[in-house]
Each structure stands twice: as structure tokens, then as C-alpha cells.
């Protein structure tokens, strides 16, 4: 099956500790983002990537780091500098092409709780 | 980007059409409006998306009024599955933050028995 996996569905850390969440898509996309959802609100974006071995800072980038050293791949690490980590993360992939109208996919998304 | 106002809840009959509504007054010409939908604790699902025409899949159908200042989404024959939070998006076909999305608050959809 295609699609975006994020891994673990739920992860508990002590505070100051870093931790670094999955993300894989076997969808040959380019474009992988990863956003944060707080209770009752929407999606911010964290970090993107449209390119192997590039990424760009989203809104809210501080206290977290991405790499991209794979195509599928798209890990994002939760540093103890990031004031309030507790929060639900959803990883997304989109295909790239020259209409650019082509829509985000996500995964089921990873819930981190500082204890 | 442009804004889009939703009603903040719905309720709808199992079998019956959903209809739901999606304001984008400020709309301009180059902007794509998107539906995704998010049931608790899943991730954002996509669901459809156009710019001028009146579009339908094997979800939906999305019908954009001929000024474009608004939309509805239209699940034909909704179900409990259908219960969810339904985001309307505007994006430009090239935007900034790689083509990123902002999602507001939606409308929550209740399909009930």
C-alpha cells in the first residue's frame, strides 16, 4: 500500500530530553513538510523539504531540526529548546509537478507528551 | 493568503446530502480551494480540490459558485464515517513555505442515525 507512515502513534519523554519522530512515504513525492496541531486548533508549519538535502524553517521552527537525506524520508527531532513540545505532529508529502496545484498528503500522526 | 470563513458545526441525517459551506470573499484568480477533513486523532485526509469548475470524485463533489467568493462541499450520501472536522482551504498555485497550508478551525460535522 502507499502512503505516510509516522512513527510511534504515542511517544513519552522527560523534559529535556530530545527525541526524534518518523516520517516515511513510499509515494516517490518530493515535497515532505511536517506540521503541528495544538487541541482546537489548526495545523502550523514546523519545517519543509521540497528536495533531498535541502529544507527550508516554517513558522515555528524553533526547538526542532529536520534532516533530509532520503527522498522517503523525513525525520524531525524535538529539541529540549522547544518551550512547549507537547502536541500532536503530522508529517505530509506532496508530489511535485509544473501545475503545483497538487494536494498535501498526510500520515495518522505521532501525539508527544513531555512528562 | 486568502481567508475562509465555515460554519463552526453541522448536523446531518445518515444517507442524507451534507452540504458544507465555505465563504472565500477575497479569493483571487491564481487561488486553488482545497476540502480536507480530520477525524479525532487521524491525520488531515484529502478529500478534493479546483479552482474554477465544479469538480467530483469518488468522495465528493465540490461546487464553486461562478464569482468563486464561495464554495460547498457536497457528501452525497454522508455516513457515521463521515463525522469529522472539514477544513476549506485557499492556496495560490505557488505559494510560499513550499506550497504550505493554513488551516482554520473547520466545521465539525456530527452525522447522526
Known amino acids: 500500500d502507499g502512503g505516510i507512515t509516522q512513527s510511534p502513534k504515542y511517544l513519552f519523554r522527560k523534559e529535556g530530553q530530545n527525541v526524534t519522530l518518523s516520517c516515511e512515504q513510499n509515494?516517490?513525492?518530493?515535497?515532505m513538510y511536517w506540521y503541528r496541531q495544538d487541541p482546537g486548533q489548526g495545523l502550523r508549519l514546523i519545517y519543509y523539504?521540497?528536495?533531498?538535502?535541502?529544507?527550508q524553517k516554517g513558522d515555528i521552527a524553533e526547538g526542532y531540526s529536520v534532516s533530509r537525506e532520503k527522498k522517503e524520508s523525513f525525520p524531525l527531532t524535538v529539541t529540549s529548546a522547544q518551550k512547549n513540545p507537547t502536541a500532536f505532529y503530522l508529517c505530509?508529502?506532496?508530489?511535485?509537478?509544473?501545475?503545483?496545484?497538487?494536494?498535501?498528503?498526510f500520515g495518522d500522526g505521532t501525539r508527544l507528551s513531555i512528562l | 493568503d486568502a481567508k475562509t470563513t465555515q460554519p463552526p458545526s453541522m448536523d446531518c441525517a445518515e444517507g442524507r446530502a451534507a452540504n458544507l459551506p465555505c465563504n472565500h470573499s477575497?479569493?483571487?484568480?491564481?487561488?486553488?480551494v482545497y476540502w480536507y477533513r480530520q477525524i479525532h486523532s487521524q491525520g488531515p485526509q484529502y478529500i478534493i480540490h479546483?479552482?474554477?469548475n465544479n469538480e467530483t470524485n469518488e468522495m465528493a463533489s465540490l461546487i464553486i459558485t461562478e464569482d468563486r467568493k464561495s464554495s460547498t462541499l457536497i457528501l452525497p450520501h454522508a455516513t457515521l464515517r463521515d463525522t469529522a472536522v472539514y477544513y476549506c482551504?485557499?492556496?495560490?498555485?505557488?505559494?510560499?513555505?513550499?506550497?504550505?497550508?493554513?488551516f482554520g478551525t473547520g466545521t465539525q460535522l456530527k452525522v447522526e442515525l
Open positions: 477575497t479569493i483571487s484568480g491564481n487561488e486553488y
Open positions: 482551504i485557499v492556496r495560490p498555485r505557488i505559494s510560499g513555505g513550499g506550497n504550505k497550508l493554513t
Open positions: 505530509a508529502s506532496r508530489r511535485q509537478d509544473a501545475n503545483s496545484n497538487q494536494p498535501q498528503h
Open positions: 523539504s521540497q528536495i533531498v538535502n535541502d529544507f
Open positions: 479546483g479552482l474554477k
Open positions: 509515494l516517490n513525492h518530493d515535497a
